[in-house]
């Protein structure tokens, strides 16, 4: 929560051959990407919101749960050491982390209480951070090398426009998010969470902004996105029958465990924060963790232990992916570091060895997704473009074989030398994998047919 004063797949979907894309990162690992794939929506048997991997695709069992760490706001030296390759890879090695979230500064923020470039403060980075709406290319690169460092190490990473006002920085944040998923938008490592922590404004207000930012990923990319919801994301249920438009959305949940409770009443009578995910998850949205503490909402405190055992047997029992609050050395109980810890060498806090014994149970070893007969899930440019309309798929720029597959990873055809318009009809209104090969590239599109 860290108050301080202060987002099933994309059914319709045109990549274009021009737009910019990092260069190919290899992964020096075989890391929990490549055994899962994208990160993608879907219900269980129960009708249960879940997060599944394109790998294995939506069925009961296959439900895949990642847990990490959320790096602290991007203006903080204590907090920006560890938005690096080094430190993302230590957390990698001695946490056994498989999730990175990168919470990136989005306004004009100042804590050192003067202005960019006055005499007081220089120019000094290391001194003097600012956020993205005065300093968009540092923040940026700050994002670009977390994203890469978890590339890297095959680990996914959280893009999180880490603002209580996005809705209120909806150019800002387009023509950010634009940018990030035409960089890193074929990488299944990435993920967009599109406003952290709103605060008591309408569910509608928050709609709005997020059907107004979704577009802009989707032109270049179908991961995942997260949404955030009022009162610091502790009411996803006002998404029920309401949602954000577009495919593989989910909706963030954040708590801190001696602040929140996770079944039953507040002690001033209002439903717990975790029953209100709950009613979410029940009613067949995804629900996401992407930040929650060990201790106060406002980042303090010493953590309660039977609290958070509690609060991560709701989790587990719910198969939710989570972040935690905060891979930093700050001055703050929730801190996972000391402050003699640095990059490559950590020392642990209170917060920091409880949340490490969490991850200790992490999976220490991946087999990576194959096999001739399941559609492989590795993205790439392409020199052809696809999109599907709900009853055909359209293939300009190449003649390609298309094999279509059930979500299980079922092969149900295989048509070569579509050039053109490809007909669906016969296929039973749902969703469906498309492997398209053209032009010795593969594509992979998850499609809805109406």
């Known amino acids: 929560m860290k108050r301080i004063s202060k987002l099933a797949i994309l059914s319709s979907l045109a990549l274009s051959s021009t737009f910019a894309v990092a260069q190919d990162i290899t992964p020096t690992r075989v890391g929990p990407v490549s055994q899962y794939g994208q990160l993608m929506t879907g219900k269980n048997s129960q009708g249960k919101g879940r997060i599944y991997g394109s790998c294995e695709g939506v069925k009961d069992g296959a439900e895949v749960q990642v847990r990490g760490m959320s790096l602290?706001?991007?203006?903080?030296?204590?907090?920006?050491?560890?938005?690096?390759?080094?430190?993302?890879?230590?957390?990698?090695?001695?946490?056994?982390?498989?999730?990175?979230?990168?919470?990136?500064?989005?306004?004009?923020?100042?804590?050192?209480?003067?202005?960019?470039?006055?005499?007081?403060?220089?120019?000094?980075?290391?001194?003097?951070?600012?956020?993205?709406?005065?300093?968009?290319?540092?923040?940026?690169?700050?994002m670009k090398t977390v994203v890469e460092a978890a590339i890297k190490n095959d680990i996914y990473v959280i893009i999180d426009w880490h603002s209580h006002n996005a809705n209120e920085q909806t150019e800002s944040a387009k023509t950010f998010f634009k940018e990030m998923a035409q960089t890193y938008g074929q990488y299944d490592n990435v993920i967009f969470e599109l406003f952290n922590e709103p605060t008591d404004i309408a569910w509608s207000v928050i709609k709005n902004y997020a059907n107004q930012v979704v577009p802009v990923i989707r032109e270049y990319s179908d991961n995942l996105i997260l949404v955030g919801n009022r009162q610091y994301d502790q009411n996803?249920?006002?998404?029920?029958?309401?949602?954000?438009?577009?495919?593989?959305?989910?909706?963030?949940?954040?708590?801190?465990?001696?602040?929140?409770?996770?079944?039953?009443?507040?002690?001033?009578?209002?439903?717990?924060?975790?029953?209100n995910a709950q009613q979410a998850i029940d009613a067949g949205l995804s629900v996401f963790v992407s930040e929650w503490g060990t201790g106060n909402a406002d980042g303090g405190g010493t953590p309660d232990q039977s609290k958070n055992t509690g609060w991560q047997n709701w989790i587990d029992g719910n198969k939710l992916s989570w972040a935690n609050w905060s891979a930093s050395k700050i001055d703050e109980g929730t801190a996972a570091f000391q402050g003699s810890s640095s990059k490559t060498s950590l020392q642990y806090t209170t917060s920091g060895n409880l949340v490490k014994s969490y991850l200790a149970t992490n999976p220490t070893s991946y087999t990576k997704c194959g096999g001739s007969e399941t559609p492989?899930?590795?993205?790439?440019?392409?020199?052809?473009?696809?999109?599907?309309?709900?009853?055909?798929?359209?293939?300009?720029?190449?003649?390609?074989?298309?094999?279509?597959?059930?979500?299980?990873?079922?092969?149900?055809?295989?048509?070569?030398?579509?050039?053109?318009?490809?007909?669906?009809?016969?296929?039973?209104?749902?969703?469906?994998?498309?492997?398209?090969?053209g032009n010795a590239t593969n594509m992979v599109r998850v499609f809805q047919v109406k």
Not at 90 to 118: E, F, H, L, P
Not at 384 to 394: E, I, M, P, V
Not at 407 to 416: A, P, R, S, W
Not at 421 to 433: E, F, R
């Open 72 to 142: 602290y706001w991007s203006l903080l030296p204590k907090a920006t050491e560890f938005w690096t390759e080094e430190g993302v890879s230590t957390m990698v090695r001695d946490m056994n982390i498989q999730i990175v979230r990168a919470a990136m500064a989005t306004g004009s923020d100042d804590w050192w209480g003067c202005k960019d470039g006055s005499e007081s403060c220089g120019d000094d980075k290391s001194a003097h951070i600012t956020g993205y709406a005065s300093d968009p290319e540092f923040q940026k690169n700050l």
């Open 236 to 275: 996803p249920q006002e998404a029920i029958g309401n949602t954000v438009s577009g495919e593989n959305i989910a909706y963030t949940f954040h708590y801190y465990a001696n602040s929140h409770c996770w079944s039953g009443q507040t002690t001033w009578g209002s439903a717990c924060e975790g029953a």
């Open 376 to 437: 492989t899930f590795a993205k790439a440019t392409h020199n052809f473009n696809t999109s599907f309309d709900g009853k055909a798929l359209h293939i300009a720029g190449t003649s390609a074989t298309v094999e279509i597959y059930t979500l299980k990873g079922d092969k149900l055809m295989k048509v070569d030398h579509v050039s053109g318009t490809l007909s669906l009809a016969s296929l039973p209104a749902g969703k469906y994998i498309a492997k398209i090969q």
